[in-house]
């Protein structure tokens, strides 16, 4: 196999969730769906189901570096994708990650809370991510609650997003999932204005584990060398289809189906 033949390497960091359907496991799936390897670099382990988080365990950021290290000098990364770092050490680990490859694209969902409900992120972490990590990245995709919390004193959607394009992000995606529209609104904001909202037919059911897949595929996406503006179009589509394929296992939220696209054409239709 040639060199333009490597499959491209994803590196993520992210915690682990047993019930498979977010965290690191949701990544792994949504960046083998986009011709990805996945390194994973496991930051935190959780305790929760479909219908929230009972608690968390941060990993000691020293493994963090460790783990993240070995990968990098052995492999080449083509793009970065961050989820939950669980404390403040891990976001300045990660930042000090990220510093010394400056050239790699960064996708970073800023975890506040899971989907089915949960504290995964406090304010010390929010505001180490504000500080060393915003600047750092290419594509935030914060869902609207987390938009809001992340710029506090913004009247509406749109100054949140300004707000957060000032801490030096180049676009920020924000989800309209948990907005009360009838289909779901996503808009893309970069270079100190809108560039575009997306529309896409809201599912009746609520998903665990939908803004990993989203964060993830235009990691991979971008990993490929495409731009980012077809990158998070594309990633939006996957997604969609992962949450209409989706299934309930659990007493809570649905998970995404990652891999529909794996099901033959007799099984897609039954």
């Known amino acids: 196999m040639t060199d333009d033949q490597l499959v491209p390497v994803v590196m993520v960091f992210a915690g682990c969730d047993a019930t498979g359907g977010a965290g690191i496991q949701a990544d792994i799936e949504t960046l083998a769906s986009m011709g990805c390897h996945a390194a994973p670099v496991i930051t935190a382990t959780t305790v929760q189901d479909t219908q929230g988080v009972q608690g968390y365990l941060p990993i000691d950021s020293m493994q963090v570096i460790a783990q993240a290290r070995a990968v990098l000098e052995d492999m080449p990364v083509s793009a970065f994708k961050i989820g939950m770092l669980g404390s403040v050490a891990n976001v300045e680990a990660v930042h000090t990650l990220l510093q010394d490859y400056p050239d790699i694209p960064v ?16 304010v010390e972490v929010m505001e180490a991510m504000v500080t060393l ?61 809108q560039l575009e909202a997306f529309s896409w037919e809201r599912l009746p059911a609520s998903y665990h584990g ?43 939220q649905y998970l995404p189906n990652r891999l529909f696209w794996a099901r033959g054409a007799d099984e897609k239709d039954k």
């Not at 801490?167 to 529209?181: D, K, M, Q, R």
């Not at 990993?223 to 997604?239: K, L």
Request: hydrophobic share 40%; proline share 4%.
């Open 107 to 122: 996708v970073l969902d800023p975890v506040v809370t899971a989907g089915g409900g949960g504290e995964l992120a406090d």
């Open 133 to 193: 990590l915003f600047s750092l990245t290419t594509v935030l995709t914060p869902n609207s609650l987390e938009a809001r919390a992340f710029a506090p004193e913004a009247d509406t959607l749109d100054a949140c997003a300004q707000e957060i394009l000032e801490c030096g992000c180049e676009f920020v995606l924000i989800t309209g999932t948990h907005e009360n529209t009838p289909t779901v609104i996503n808009t893309l904001y970069g270079n100190r204005r």
């Open 210 to 252: 939908s803004g990993c897949t989203l964060a993830s595929a235009i990691a991979g996406l971008l990993a490929h060398g495409m731009e980012p503006f077809t990158a998070i179009h594309e990633a939006q589509e996957y997604t969609w289809e992962t949450l209409k394929h989706g299934y309930r296992l659990g007493m809570g």
